[in-house]
């Protein structure tokens, strides 16, 4: 079900603090959020988008230098 939540609530919705998503979105790498007047609003499909694009399977990735085929040479 799709709804508007502001930050705080935001935060807690994905498992983070709420000082980590206030950094995210101001350096960017945060979802997407909208902006209302003085409010910053999250919808819960765009947080849910955005966490599943950071699933993983394995902690190392190919581009490390410490990958499994290089620690296996």
Known sequence: ????????????????????LDKLRHFGGGPRYYKLGRAVVYDTEDLDAWKAERARTET????NDNSRAARAA
């Open 1 to 20: 079900m799709k709804r508007n939540i502001r930050v705080k609530e935001a935060a807690h919705y994905i498992g983070l603090s709420k000082s980590t």
């Open 60 to 63: 190392w990735n190919g581009a």
